[in-house]
């Protein structure tokens, strides 16, 4: 259980990729260092899965044989102070139909530091210094891994870009080479950890991934933080067919039974009449809670409204931010200060 001596700032390490990654950072980062008599961060790290393979990352991991910035680049600018012109820049995306067309600005800022140190941690390091980002993020692996999906018929798909292309049933997923190791710096964050989270995000291309590494899950299961899984607010057409809040957490535990989840986050507010016709002419369609069991997976379900507002069905960064926190407190067993979610 996290340290509870008087209000010291929770360490919390966030694992995934994608959109719901650096969504739930840009919600936490304004608790970072701000004493409050409520939860506040003393430290945020993320770790960050490495295996995309399409569009600028893809194109640059080819062309440079590095690992893709992406994912990473997206984090260091959740973390950063949203104002700064350099903030904007990392956003930045090259238009036009020449060799920079689909480019970011951010992802050739972190190709051009890996060539000048030769590191791609280092760059990473150095380029959050750059942005003052208010955390530390780390790559799953520093491995050049893929990933492999074997479909229901016996089919392999390698690469994210061909299995979320195939929106196919996945019977299996693994990584290529499976013997790769994580940083001993992202071991040592989730081994002091007071909270780690995992999730919101693309079940079988940001979430497992990060599972999938030696030795990470062994280190969550062992780690003394509490342990939450933030459910996706959709499922992924092809992919998550058809899977509600149980059928997700199941499906994490496949992979990695030694991870217990404390508590599992789910949005409890309908999405409008107008969003699901959008959602469901793609096939996607809003997670349920389901024949939820507690007794089969041991955990706290924490119903909250987290939608936030606009045409396309995202998580509210403060909401889901605040409500992990209260999680956190609610481990502490000190009574929750913050702002009702």
């Given amino acids: 259980m996290p340290n509870t001596e008087g209000n ?3 360490k919390l390490v966030a694992i995934g990729g994608g959109t719901g990654l650096s969504t739930l950072l840009a919600g936490l980062k304004q608790f970072v260092g701000e004493r409050r008599d409520g939860a506040w961060l003393e430290s945020l790290s993320a770790i960050v899965t ?6 600028s990352s893809g194109r640059l991991r080819e062309e440079l044989q590095m690992l ?6 997206n984090c260091m600018i959740a973390l950063s102070e949203d104002s700064t012109l350099l903030a904007r820049l990392f956003r930045y995306r090259f238009g ?4 920079l067309a689909g480019h970011s600005f951010g992802n050739l800022f972190l190709a051009a530091l890996t060539e000048v140190t030769g590191d791609f941690v280092e760059a990473v390091r150095l380029s959050s210094e750059v942005l003052a980002s208010k955390g530390h993020i780390y790559p799953a692996t520093i491995t050049d891994v893929r990933l492999v999906a074997e479909l229901e018929d016996g089919t392999e798909l390698y690469g994210e870009t061909q299995i979320t292309g195939a929106r196919a049933c996945i019977h299996r997923l693994r990584l290529e080479p499976e013997k790769c190791l994580p940083l001993a710096k992202a071991l040592a964050a989730i081994d002091e950890a007071d909270v780690i989270t995992i999730g919101p995000g693309s079940l079988y291309t940001s979430i497992l991934p990060n599972l999938l590494v030696a030795r990470v899950a062994d280190a969550i299961g062992e780690s003394k933080a509490i342990k939450i899984f933030a459910t996706n607010l959709m499922t992924q057409p092809g992919e998550t067919d058809g899977y509600d809040v149980r059928r997700h957490l199941e499906t994490v535990d496949s992979y990695s039974p030694q991870i217990k989840f404390d508590y599992v986050i789910v949005n409890n507010r309908a999405i409008s009449e107008e969003q699901a016709a959008l959602y469901r002419a793609d096939g996607a369609y809003q997670v349920k809670l389901d024949s939820f069991d507690k007794a089969v997976l041991d955990t706290e379900v924490i ?3 987290l939608l936030d507002d606009g045409d396309m069905v995202r998580h509210n960064s403060d909401r889901l931010a605040r409500v992990v926190l209260v999680c956190g407190e609610k481990a502490c067993h000190r009574p929750a200060a913050l702002v009702e979610a």
């Fill in 50 to 55: 490495v295996s995309d393979d399409g569009g």
């Fill in 303 to 305: 119903p909250a409204d």
């Fill in 96 to 99: 036009g139909s020449g060799d």
């Fill in 8 to 10: 010291r700032g929770l």
């Fill in 68 to 73: 893709p910035p992406g994912d990473i680049r």
